[in-house]
């Protein structure tokens, strides 16, 4: 089995990625765990966006996923290296297989400043097989302050169900789109 290690990286987003479920695919292609250490990305604007991103895995995996960051124009504004870890990445559970059909919902999360550390995202693609989209998020580097994200979420009713039980026991406070089209980007 190979080492585990972890790398911090910032990456800018151009605007052209913005609603394209990016993270989703670094943790399905290349089996890494994702946390999301510092984020902006607004809809409202036709800003690029940025993430501090702590990637978790096999030495290989890592370096794959940060050149396909790069093969998409992400730039990578600072990369760290890679430090070995003592104790292995969080499992990844295969998502269970289900013939429900797929269903959509926006949620918006608000993550505390004490629990920042947590691969959230990560845990709601490898643990229950949701697609994640972020639509917009704001956490501070070194957690100020508590973060918020807007999501998109993907998947069988019963993984939806999961996965939001998931958010709540983590201590997230987890508030469902509104109707009438209100706009409440981050």
């Not at 479920?21 to 940025?50: E, F, G, H, K």
């Not at 990844?92 to 995202?121: D, F, M, S, W, Y």
């Amino acid at each position: 089995m190979s080492p585990t290690t972890q790398v911090y990286t910032r990456v800018r987003i151009p605007r052209d990625y913005h609603g394209e479920p990016m993270l989703y695919s670094l943790i399905t292609r290349y089996q890494v765990t994702v946390n999301i250490a510092a984020a902006l990305l607004s809809p409202q604007t036709q800003d690029d966006a940025w993430l501090d991103l702590e990637l978790i895995g096999d030495p290989d995996q890592l370096n794959a996923c940060v050149a396909h960051l790069q093969s998409l124009n992400w730039e990578i504004l600072a990369l760290g290296p890679h430090k070995p870890l003592d104790e292995p990445p969080p499992e990844l559970t295969p998502p269970p297989v289900t013939g429900e059909p797929q269903r959509q919902t926006r949620v918006r999360v608000r993550i505390p400043k004490n629990a920042c550390e947590e691969p959230i995202i990560s845990g709601l693609v490898s643990r229950y097989g949701l697609l994640v989209n972020i639509k917009g998020a704001l956490l501070s580097p070194g957690h100020q302050e508590d973060g918020w994200f807007d999501l998109e979420l993907q998947g069988a009713a019963s993984q939806l169900q999961a996965g939001l039980a998931y958010l709540k026991e983590k201590g997230l406070d987890v508030w469902a789109e509104p109707q009438g089209g209100e706009d409440w980007s981050v």
